[in-house]
Every structure is written in structure tokens, then in C-alpha cells.
């Protein structure tokens, strides 16, 4: 029972080595936790579990518990764990629900954060809040199944310290899908890092992945490009995306866009090196349309002066400079919020 505990085998092994029933190591195991209390009724250091699930929460009242119920059930048999629900300013029932859930059960932990500061900044939450040998990051609408956990463990055990997932048939519009793989195409052409194409935020990260990413202190972050840069050895695990169980995306398509640009930005310097190309060659056209009217003028002395040509120039010049000011202007905001410093989120409430 005490490999189990630490993590070296799951509960089906540890049933046959000690040749108790599975429930009666579950309820052991609860009662030794529920034991570790001091005299003042504090409860007592305890071994860091197994596995921390870190999941953002954001307007989820409606999926909230039977994200816990699936999940204790995809978790019990792995290892000690822990639940790390993290509320991003949800203005409905959420951290209600939340707070019901810590109460219920002493494995899900809550962090609420003081207004919205997006996924991003509600992931990097839990992480810094996670305590597990591994961390697997997801969404609490249960379009990332907690039955594929096991599949994830399985991979982490076999040597793997990330393990991302990559998503085959997503059950959203066509439009949405296409913008997703042109995304994920566009990124992995331009940026400096080789991210599997169609992985999003759902993936299990071993605890030195993890204080690495803890150790980056960039404010525009996108968590996936970051799991790449970062190294070590990295694994891939098909699934079928299914439908939303409830509610609507968060995802606005305006975060979606925001979010694109901060990984194209935060990872690669091609859209500095376009516009430089862009700026090469609109010299070059200049230069060849000016040989092409001076050559015009001496063989054609009665050659009409129009503005249609000279506009046309002015409106090129004109708009690759102004692209060009936007792309570096894009670059400098990421510098300056840099600068200022401030932290990438602030938790107004913490259960345990």
C-alpha cells in the first residue's frame, strides 16, 4: 500500500501484491490522510501526491460536477492526487459550486482569482498552486475527457515528461476549425519551437517541466508554445474532441486572436523579418517604376503626366510603412508590459 501511495504502482498492482480488495486500500489510505493531524486539530504535513489536475474555471457552474465525479473516477485507481480548481472571475455560481466541492471532498482545492485574467493566467495559477509529481492541465467543460488521463500516466511512466494531446475531430463549425489549423500550420512554419500541430492546453507535464515553466516570468504567455520551448523528452496521444457539453466557448474571437498573436510574437521573429522583406521590395518596385518613367519620358517627349501612377506608389509606400510601424509596435507593448512588472494574476481566496 505504500507504493501506491507514493506513486510507483497503480491501485491494481498494489491489490495484487498485498492481496487486499482495491476499496479496502482506498479507505485505508483515506483514513491514514484523515489521521494527520496535529493537536490543535491542524492537519499535518502530508506526502505530495501523485497527480495534480489543474483546471480553470470560468462560468462552468453547469459542468463543474460532473467534471469532479469523472475525474475521481479516472484518478482513484493512478495514485494520490489532488483537484486544483482555479475560478477566473466567473460571475455565475462557480466558486460556490467550487467551495461545495472542497467541503465534500479533501482532494479538490480552489484558488480564486480577483477578476478575470484570462486562461493563460488562470492555468499559471494553478501550477504555481499544484503539488504533484506530474500536473495535467485541462479544460472544465469536458471537452477534454478525464478518462484519457490513464493514456497520459501511462505515457509519463513510460519515460515522457510532456505529454501533449492532439486533437483528431473537433466537433465545432467549419469556419472555427479552419482558423485552428491555419493557426497551428502558420505557427509551426514561423516559430522557433516545433509544437505538434493540433495540441491544445490538455497534456500532463512532469514536475521538472513544471518548475521550469514556473521559472519564466513572461507576462503574455501561451502554456503550449512554452511546454515546447522548454525541451526535454515529449510525446503526443490522439483523441476525438467531443461536443460542449454545455454552455458556450469562452473563447471569444477576439481572445482567440489575441491569444494567436502572443504565440506568434512570444516565439518567433519572422513577422519583423516579412516586413523587412516587405520593405526590400517596395525600394525595388520603386526603383524599377522610376528607370520605367524616366526611360518612358526620353523616348516619349509627349507622354501625359498622370496621377493615377503616382497615387498608386504613394498608397504602397505608404501602407507597407504603416504595417511595418504596426508589427514593430506589436513587439514594443509586449516589451513594455514587461516592464511594468506586475503580476501575472492575483488570488483573492484560497482553500487549502
Known amino acids: 500500500m505504500g507504493d501506491y501511495i507514493l506513486g510507483r504502482v497503480d491501485l491494481f498492482t498494489a491489490a495484487q501484491v498485498s492481496g487486499m480488495p482495491r476499496e479496502e486500500i482506498l479507505t485505508a489510505v483515506r483514513k491514514s490522510v484523515d489521521r494527520l493531524a496535529d493537536e490543535d486539530g491542524a492537519p499535518a504535513a502530508a506526502e505530495d501526491p501523485l497527480l495534480s489536475v489543474v483546471v480553470p474555471v470560468f462560468n462552468n457552474e453547469t459542468t463543474l460536477r460532473e467534471l469532479h465525479h469523472r475525474l475521481t473516477h479516472a484518478l482513484v485507481s493512478l495514485g494520490t492526487f489532488e483537484i486544483v480548481l482555479v475560478d477566473d472571475g466567473s460571475s455565475d455560481g462557480s466558486a460556490a459550486v467550487a467551495r461545495e466541492l472542497c467541503d465534500s471532498d479533501s482532494a479538490v482545492r480552489f484558488v480564486r482569482l480577483s477578476r478575470n485574467f484570462g486562461q493563460q493566467a488562470a492555468l499559471t495559477a494553478g501550477i504555481d498552486s499544484s503539488r504533484g509529481s506530474a500536473v495535467v492541465m485541462m479544460d472544465a467543460d469536458l471537452q477534454d475527457p478525464p478518462e484519457m488521463i490513464p493514456d497520459l500516466v501511462r505515457a509519463w511512466r513510460a519515460g515522457n515528461e510532456v505529454v501533449c494531446t492532439v486533437r483528431q475531430n473537433r466537433k465545432e463549425s467549419l469556419l472555427k476549425r479552419g482558423a485552428y489549423s491555419l493557426f497551428y500550420r502558420v505557427f509551426r512554419y514561423l516559430a522557433e519551437v516545433d509544437m505538434p500541430l493540433d495540441s491544445g492546453e490538455f497534456s500532463l507535464l512532469d514536475r521538472k517541466v513544471v518548475d521550469t515553466l514556473r521559472s519564466m516570468p513572461e507576462r503574455s504567455r501561451f502554456l503550449r508554445g512554452m511546454r515546447s520551448w522548454s525541451g526535454f523528452r515529449q510525446t503526443s496521444v490522439p483523441y476525438d474532441r467531443p461536443p460542449r457539453l454545455a454552455g458556450s ?12 498573436v502572443d504565440g506568434l510574437l512570444g516565439f518567433s521573429s519572422a ?36 496621377w493615377t501612377s503616382t497615387l498608386a506608389g504613394l498608397l504602397l509606400v505608404g501602407g507597407v510603412q504603416l504595417m511595418t510601424v504596426g508589427v ?23 482553500v487549502r
Open 271 to 306: 513577422p519583423l523579418r516579412l516586413v523587412s522583406f516587405a520593405g526590400v521590395v517596395t525600394a525595388l518596385l520603386g526603383i524599377v517604376l522610376l528607370g520605367t518613367v524616366v526611360v518612358l519620358r526620353l523616348s516619349t517627349p509627349d507622354l501625359p503626366i498622370g
Open 249 to 260: 466557448s469562452q473563447y471569444t474571437l477576439r481572445r482567440l486572436v489575441r491569444l494567436a
Open 328 to 350: 514593430v509596435g506589436a513587439y514594443v507593448a509586449r516589451i513594455y508590459t514587461e516592464v511594468k512588472d506586475r503580476p501575472l494574476y492575483v488570488a483573492m481566496e484560497r
